[in-house]
């Protein structure tokens, strides 16, 4: 009787602790209720008897219930005595990623050994307006050679025109830079270059600051003077401010950026608001670039050297935007690398003798060069009356089936078919797989002997390369001028078929 009294007394008192302080009247009534029944039947001693064991329960209930506060308070204490077992994967998490993304961002590739990774495969997009190639009233493939020049190159009213746009960069920008001093080359024909014109340019607007003026204007704004120790970085800082201030207020349209190579630029609109031309007019804006100082140094001298030599070089250059093989972006060789195969060319053929001197017999070109030595030669004019029609179809067989690019570096300053020199860096072209490579062009500068201007090339830019040079020797002068310079297109995507 006494075991059930007790065990009786200890359902309820584990009743009462679970269901807490009653919530309401009820409850408690009922609570009371159960007590009274269970304690009236009763005689003292079993009701003692009854107490003492539910005191004796909550006893040892209550023993339980330290015992296992003060084991959680214990653990507490020693994680707070060492933080190493504090439990925080979250931070820990968080600085592992920050750290990884530094390691990232701060690696650095070795510049110059391997080619840059294949860009995504070109695919054709609709277009508004086709680009079709150029029609000729002539039929013979050499009086189609000096018609399409009438149409390509620059012109007096081209000039004058790109001196106007240089004008109007200078008065935008000389409220953030008064120092400033812009120049502007054009290598084209304005009206007439529309294949690719967005893509590559005829027109060069270039702003020469000193950086130390360029530094005290723009470095104060963004607050960061150790810039002024990295010249490429200064160059982006100042292009973007100059553009931002053309955009807003010279009225020039962005059209995108080109930040990646050695001389970061951008390419803007002159729309035809400006009443220069009919149609807007697409430029290469950059600071303190000396590219286009070159390739407008040497396509002028090469005119006065050779007049066929500056009508081919124009030619070629035409062609390999045509046929988009000459957009840097893309990996291709830029329009002042194509001048440059062009010009060696010329100085190494064989049979009607060469058409152009070394770089150091150049009188204006050769004051640009970094180490300029007493080597210039002695040099006749080639006396062949070869045309320059012919003279494309002789560049195009050359570079397509005569170089070989393994063992030969085009160097305008040596003028010679000879291995590259020691301080120009071998490029290698690693393909698709990336278990076999290839050597690729390898092209010096004329201005920087450590230079290979070949650098930029991939495996599919240099497939693409080999493609097109095979084709123009099969096509000339077999074909027409015209298929020759027939625009290309990127294979339709898939999805299109």
Known sequence: ???????????????????????????????????????????????????????????????????????????????????????????????????????????????????????????????????????????????????LLGQIAPTVADEQ????????????????????????????????????????????????????????????????????????????????ACTDRLVAVGGFKFRRS????EEPKVTLLAPASFGLTSDAIPIDFSVNAAVPM?????????????????????????????RGICHAAKGHLSPYTWGLLTIFFLQVMDEEGPFLPKLSSFKLASGLMKHHGNDATTWTRSSSPVSVGDLLTKFMHFYSTEINWRTEAVSIRTATRDKPGLKLPIHVVLHGDNTTSEVGPSIEDPFNEAKNLGNVMNAASLVRLREELLRANTLCPAGSLAELLEPWAPPVAQDEE
């Not at 270059?193 to 530094?215: H, Q, R, S, T, Y």
Request: glycine share 4%; with cysteine.
């Open 1 to 147: 009787m006494a075991s059930s009294i007790q065990s009786t007394a200890s359902d309820l008192l584990s009743s009462m602790k679970l269901m807490g302080k009653p919530k309401d009247m009820t409850s408690v009534v009922l609570l009371m209720a159960a007590v009274v029944c269970i304690i009236v039947p009763l005689d003292i001693s079993q009701l003692v008897f009854a107490i003492a064991g539910a005191l004796g329960f909550s006893a040892i209930q209550m023993m339980h219930s330290k015992s296992r506060s003060a084991s959680t308070s214990s653990k507490k204490k020693v994680h707070l005595a060492n933080p190493k077992m504090v439990d925080t994967p979250d931070v820990n998490l968080v600085k592992k990623t920050q750290m990884s993304q530094k390691v990232n961002t701060t690696r650095k590739v070795p510049a110059q050994q391997h080619s840059r990774l294949p860009t995504q495969p070109d695919v054709r997009k609709p277009s508004s307006i086709p680009i079709s190639a150029p029609t000729f009233q002539s039929t013979e493939w050499s009086e189609q050679a000096t018609e």
């Open 161 to 240: 025109i790109v001196a106007r746009l240089a004008k109007r960069v200078e008065e935008a920008l000389k409220s953030i830079i008064p120092e400033v001093e812009v120049v502007g080359f054009a290598s084209g024909s304005l009206g007439r270059n529309k294949a690719f014109g967005v893509a590559v340019p005829e027109v060069d607007i270039v702003a020469n600051v000193n950086p130390v003026a360029l530094m005290r204007r723009l470095g104060s704004k963004t607050g960061n003077q150790t810039i002024a120790s990295d010249e490429h970085k200064l160059r982006k800082m100042a292009i973007r």
């Open 258 to 261: 080109a930040f990646r190579g």
């Open 294 to 322: 070159y390739n407008a140094a040497l396509l002028t001298e090469c005119g006065q050297l050779e007049p066929r030599a500056k009508a081919l070089i124009l030619l070629v250059k035409r062609w390999a935007k045509d």
